[in-house]
């Protein structure tokens, strides 16, 4: 039952963090329009009373009012990529933990204790095909790498991915049991020192 509790907690908090730390990173880079592309942030300098405050209700053009609007789509499509990272992850992890346990059944040896890296192997692919397969469908047609600088757009992505698979590394290390800790690469060693 230990073991349960602890292959079920162990991606649940991992792949919280993972998200807190996402949250945290889109609340501090969109709150300016340095993340926007250039074409889409180069306005008109405003004339007469107008504020030059883009942010303002009493901006001088469309344009500038809409940069707050790009900024709002922006987050929301990020945050959604990293509650797609995180899902998926956590998903992966768990289906994981449930084979593992299924599997170490039928352990009887320390050569046996790699039966389920092939397991491992394959709930890496499919969460990176999973992660890959919801983009293309629910963050690009959003549009936001449109309105995004190229550079950081990817960056974040990129980045979002790579963490979440090596959120998924930490979760199944943590999550295996001492029998099948082989069966999840590092893990082993990790868990003697």
Do not use: H
Request: charged share 10%.
């Amino acid at each position: 039952m230990n073991d349960l509790f602890k292959g079920l907690l162990a991606p649940i908090i991992v792949f919280a963090i993972l998200m807190a730390v996402g949250w945290f990173a889109i609340d501090q880079s969109t709150g300016s329009a340095a993340i926007l592309d250039q074409s889409v942030s180069a306005v008109s300098a405003p004339s007469g009373n107008a504020t030059a405050d883009p942010f303002a209700d009493d901006a001088a053009t469309p344009a500038e009012g809409q940069i707050q609007t790009y900024l709002d789509d922006i987050a929301a499509g990020l945050f959604n990529w990293v509650v797609i990272v995180s899902g998926a992850g956590l998903a992966s992890a768990v289906l994981w933990f449930g084979i593992s346990q299924r599997l170490q059944r039928n352990v009887v040896a320390p050569t046996g204790q790699t039966i389920a890296f092939p397991a491992w192997v394959l709930c890496l692919i499919v969460y990176a095909a999973v992660c890959a397969i919801f983009y293309f469908y629910f963050i690009d047609p959003l549009g936001i790498n449109e309105t995004m600088d190229d550079t950081m757009f990817w960056a974040f992505v990129g980045l979002a991915a790579v963490l979440g698979l090596g959120a998924y590394w930490i979760a199944t290390a943590i999550a295996a049991s001492p029998v099948m800790k082989p069966s999840v690469p590092l893990a082993a060693r990790q868990a003697r020192s």
